[in-house]
C-alpha cells in the first residue's frame, strides 16, 4: 500500500534553533501534501497545504515565516521550523493522497520538543 | 465555518461488545468521509471510508453509516478486541479543489479485557 515516511520520529532542539521535518511518499507521486499540527489529547489541525513546484497555502493564524515549507519535488516536501520556541513543541504530521479516489495516508509523525 | 463534531469523546466498552462513534458535518457540498485510528505516539491510520452516493459500507468487524440528509455518519466496532484500543478520528472533504480534510474532535476508546 501507500507508504509516507517522515523523518526524523523525534527531535529535541534548542531554543532559537531551527529544525526541518521531512515527508515522503514512497510509492507514488504527490503533488499536494498537508501538515498537521497536534497538541497532547487533541484533534488534527491543518498548518498549511504543500503544493509541489509553487508556494505553500498557509491556514489563517499560522505564520509561514515561520514554518516554512518546500515541495521540490514530487515525493518530497519539508517543512521547517524557524527560531523554535518551546510553544512550537508539539507533534508535527504530513499526509498525501496516492490518487485521485484514495483517502490520505499520514505519516508517523514527528515529535518536537524545543528546550 | 465548516466543522465536524464528534461524540463521544471517550468511551469504555468491555471485550466482545460493540463501539459505535458519531460524527456531524456542516459543508453539505462534503462527499468523502474517512475514519482514522491514532495509536499513541504514531500517525492516524486510515480504517474505512465512505462516499456521498453510498449508504454503508462494512469491512470485516467495522462499519461506516452515512445519513446525507441529516449529515451524519458513524463508526460500528462490533467483536471489540483490547488492540480496537486507541484515537479515532471522523473527517469530512470534498473531492473537488485542495481536497482538504475536516477533523472531528476524536474519540478515545478504551476496551476492557
Known amino acids: 500500500g501507500a507508504v509516507v515516511s517522515q523523518h526524523p520520529s523525534w527531535v529535541i532542539c534548542k531554543s532559537g534553533t531551527s529544525v526541518k521535518i521531512e515527508c515522503r511518499s514512497l510509492d507514488f507521486q504527490a503533488t499536494t501534501m498537508f501538515w498537521y499540527r497536534q497538541f497532547p489529547k487533541q484533534s488534527l489541525m491543518l498548518m498549511a497545504t504543500s503544493n509541489e513546484g509553487s508556494k505553500a497555502t498557509y491556514e489563517q493564524g499560522v505564520e509561514k515565516d515561520k514554518f516554512l515549507i518546500n515541495h521540490a519535488s514530487l515525493t518530497l516536501s519539508t517543512l521547517t521550523v524557524t527560531s523554535a520556541h518551546p510553544e512550537d513543541s508539539s507533534f508535527y504530521i504530513c499526509?498525501?493522497?496516492?490518487?485521485?479516489?484514495?483517502?490520505?495516508?499520514f505519516g508517523s509523525g514527528t515529535r518536537l520538543t524545543v528546550v | 465555518g465548516e466543522n465536524v463534531e464528534q461524540h463521544p469523546s471517550t468511551l469504555s466498552v468491555q471485550e466482545g461488545d460493540s463501539a459505535v462513534i458519531k460524527c456531524t458535518y456542516s459543508?453539505?457540498?462534503?462527499?468523502?468521509f474517512p475514519w482514522y485510528k491514532q495509536e499513541l505516539g504514531k500517525g492516524p491510520q486510515l480504517i474505512i471510508d465512505?462516499?456521498?452516493?453510498?449508504g454503508e459500507k462494512k469491512d470485516q468487524r467495522i462499519a461506516v453509516t452515512l445519513n446525507k440528509t441529516a449529515k451524519h455518519f458513524s463508526l460500528h466496532i462490533t467483536e471489540t478486541q483490547p488492540e480496537d484500543s486507541a484515537v479515532y478520528f471522523c473527517a469530512a472533504s470534498t473531492t473537488s479543489g485542495t481536497y482538504k480534510y475536516i477533523f472531528g474532535t476524536g474519540t478515545r476508546l478504551k476496551v476492557l479485557a
Open positions: 459543508d453539505s457540498a462534503s462527499n468523502y
Open positions: 499526509s498525501a493522497r496516492p490518487g485521485l479516489f484514495h483517502g490520505y495516508t
Open positions: 465512505i462516499r456521498s452516493n453510498v
